[in-house]
């Protein structure tokens, strides 16, 4: 279920460079999941889809972490407490809940940790076995919610690219010890397409699920014009079939996107 | 004030506003956020014989006041059409027009051929003049001959009402639409995209996967309005208007220009009951500028006509 509404914002936080979290209130949140995201309108032509990152049922709350990128994203980094956002909520397919049994990875790249940090919030609590948050960036300021995990319990394993936080180098190192260390290890990712494609890589010969959460540019947000689309299997011999990452995902198992199309 | 509309083949709008092609899916999308049966009609994606996989993403790309696309019309094709998405269609009370495209002639008379006795289908839209597919379509919307051929091959098939959905990409759309009369065509949807690029400055290269787009949005308006005004004078059959509709001001002014009926697409993406609202201020707005009746709006701007009934010349 989904809806059309105006919810009050009843948090703004700079929570990095260019980085904003606004935390939005209404009865339909409640029903929100990990992985799923608000379709929000901004002063563009089109909304703009953004991904929980946290989720609080009881009180109907969800956060949005925005990354200024454009003018749309810049308008919504300069909302304050007090002001509506016009959004469609909660859209798309989510993460599936992860066994509590199995050893989980989450795999977060910059703007892409938001909802790996909701997915956590939700499951971490019942999960079992071993975990492990390992999250990247190019540099530190581009590591996001690092404090969100340490509070919740899970100490996460940080890489940049310049080495300014955590190891030198991207989270595809950590990623690799973790499975072989739990080959039988669950994994949930979100990032930049590079990123993705590399834990899609890695993560090839591990016997859990790999769950892979999409960005595109994206149109109507509910499925109706088919602009947010990635390249999904099967491929034929003229090319991939194209689903869309608003209905279809935002989170796509590993084994259907066709990723020498991406 | 009586909204409905009269078309041909007994075709009755409840109201003038439709669900433009492309952007309303096939239907139960936006059957969460918005009352469908309210709307005059909706125009469904565009539907091929055999499933199109469409263009490589990106696919949208924002300008000033426009949306630039290259969708490249992805569709399940005909017969995944009549299984999966006919059933819902059927349980609508609004008319429900089938977008039709295809490569050749034949393939235009197959889909058509194929929805003649299907009950969810009220009227046929046949999509000459999409910018985004190489192949067909456009070829035919770009050159009267080829598009009578089109209208003829729909027509010997079907007895539902059909219109033709004219490209404006071209100086002279009008030779097109008065072809299709000719072959047949019982009303001219107009206008399809406006053809366009997009550069990402980041990637050195254009913005969409099919390198060019089709723009829609308030930048084209008065590109559609040009195109209406110049068809509706010319030929006998009504003619559905649209590019940019956001407000029933810019309904009116297709209704001034010579348009029966509007399409509205663009717009639904940022506000989905947009439509809705239209419908509801519809009337509001024909009284205010001196209308009795959707009817007397209809081509008012042709002779000049003012509120108080003083004609200008032409």
Redesign the interface.
């Known amino acids: ?4 509404f105006k919810a009050p914002i009843v948090a703004a936080l700079a929570v990095a460079p260019r980085h904003v979290e606004l935390v939005i209130e209404h009865p339909e949140l409640s029903m929100a999941a990990p992985g799923q995201f608000a379709h929000i ?1 901004t002063p ?4 703009r889809p953004v991904s929980f990152s946290r989720i609080d049922p009881q009180r109907g709350r969800a956060g949005l972490l925005v990354q200024v990128v454009g003018q ?1 994203t810049a308008w919504l980094a300069e909302r304050s407490p007090g002001e509506w956002l016009d959004v ?1 909520a909660p859209l798309g397919r989510g993460f599936q809940a992860p066994d509590p049994a199995r050893p989980w990875i989450l795999v977060g790249g910059g703007v892409g940790i938001p909802p790996l940090y909701s997915a956590w919030e939700r499951w971490g609590p019942q999960h079992r076995a071993p975990a492990c948050a390992i999250l990247g960036a190019r540099e530190a300021d581009g590591i996001l919610m690092a404090g969100d995990f340490q509070g919740a319990g899970l100490l996460p394993v940080l890489a940049t690219e310049d080495g300014s936080a955590g190891r030198r180098g991207t989270v595809v190192g950590p990623l690799e010890e973790w499975l072989a260390r739990y080959p039988e290890a669950q994994v949930m990712a979100c990032g930049p397409n590079g990123m993705l494609a590399q834990v899609s890589r890695v993560a090839a010969g591990a016997t859990g699920p790999v769950q892979l959460a999409m960005e ?16 999904a299997t099967p491929v034929g011999p ?5 689903r869309r990452v608003c ?1 279809d995902g935002p989170v796509f198992f590993r084994e259907e996107l066709a990723w020498s ?1 991406i | 004030m009586d909204l409905s509309v009269r078309l041909p083949r007994g075709l009755t709008l409840k109201n003038p506003i439709i669900a433009a092609s ?4 096939f239907g139960p ?2 059957a ?2 918005v009352q469908v049966n309210r709307l005059g009609g909706i125009s469904v ?1 565009g539907i091929s014989p055999e499933p199109w ?2 263009n ?8 000033p ?3 630039l ?1 290259s ?1 490249g019309l ?1 569709n399940p094709g005909l017969t995944t059409f009549l299984e999966e998405d006919a059933p819902f269609l059927r349980t609508l009370d609004t008319v429900v027009i089938a977008n039709i495209i295809g490569h050749t002639v034949e393939e235009y008379r197959t889909v058509a051929a194929g929805l003649q006795n299907e009950p969810a289908i009220h009227a046929f839209e046949v999509n000459i003049s999409c910018p985004n597919i190489k192949a067909g379509g456009i070829t035919f919307g770009h050159d009267p001959d080829a598009a009578y051929h089109v209208m003829r091959a729909v027509r010997s098939v079907t007895d539902k009402p059909v219109m033709v959905k004219v490209s404006p990409n071209m100086a002279d759309p009008w030779t097109v639409a008065e072809a299709v009369v000719e072959g047949g065509a019982d009303m001219i949807s107009a206008i399809n995209t406006v053809i366009g690029l997009a550069i990402d400055l980041k990637r050195r290269r254009p913005a969409l996967g099919g390198t060019t787009g089709g723009l829609s ?1 308030p930048a084209i308006k008065p590109i559609a309005l040009r195109v209406v005004w110049e068809i509706a004078q010319r030929v006998s059959v009504p003619v559905i208007g649209m590019g940019g509709i956001q407000s029933a001001e810019d309904v009116l002014e297709f209704l001034m220009a010579g348009a029966r009926a509007v399409m509205v697409g ?1 717009i ?6 947009r439509m809705e609202e239209i419908i509801d201020r519809l009337p509001l707005v024909l009284a205010h500028y001196g209308f009795r009746s959707l009817e007397e709006a209809v081509g008012a701007a042709w002779t000049s006509r003012t509120a108080d009934g003083a004609e200008g010349g032409e």
């Open positions: 279920m989904a809806g059309a309108l563009g032509m089109l909304r749309g469609l595109q540019r994206m149109g109507c947000g509910i499925g109706a014009c088919l602009a947010c689309v990635v390249p003229e090319g991939p079939r194209y209905t199309w | 492309g952007t309303f899916g999308e936006y969460r956020f994606k996989r469409g490589p993403p990106p696919r949208v790309w924002e300008t006041s426009g949306l696309n969708i992805q949005g663009t639904t993406f940022q506000f989905p009951q």
